[in-house]
């Protein structure tokens, strides 16, 4: 099965920026249409951002314009670059594999994603 090692994650004041990663092994992000999602009670969850296999990326409204999604398809590394956070960002975030049958897309909008490893925590206070 996949193991990740998560970096980044901590707290930080409103309008500071932090910046996660994931590195994987045993499962290879250049295959897969991957993304990041966060968690902030019970099953909620939002899915934040998505890059496809080709580097397209989405992003939730809620997001867009503050966070950045890249990877290194050689480490086999994703990561979200955080910026302008406020305390509405204070979650657990998850890289995740978003699956594309049943005519799904690499987008935000794709409710079938599966967490990787065990998350981190960002806060941010006011």
């Known amino acids: 099965q996949v193991q990740v090692v998560y970096s980044g994650g901590g707290s930080v004041q409103a309008g500071g920026s932090l910046r996660l990663s994931c590195t994987a092994s045993?499962?290879?992000?250049?295959?897969?249409?991957m993304g990041w999602f966060r968690q902030t009670a019970g099953t909620d969850r939002e899915a934040v951002s998505t890059?496809?296999?080709?580097?397209?990326?989405t992003y939730a409204d809620s997001v867009k314009g503050r966070f950045t999604i890249s990877k290194n398809n050689t480490g086999n590394t994703l990561y979200l670059q955080m910026n302008a956070l406020n305390p509405e960002d204070t979650a657990m975030y998850y890289c995740?594999?978003?699956?594309?049958?049943?005519?799904?897309?690499?987008?935000?909008?794709?409710?079938?994603?599966?967490?990787w490893g065990q998350g981190t925590q960002v806060t941010v206070s006011s």
């Open positions: 995740a594999l978003f699956r594309l049958g049943s005519g799904r897309s690499c987008s935000t909008t794709n409710d079938d994603y599966t967490a």
């Open positions: 890059i496809s296999i080709l580097g397209v990326k």
């Open positions: 045993g499962y290879a992000i250049t295959t897969n249409c």
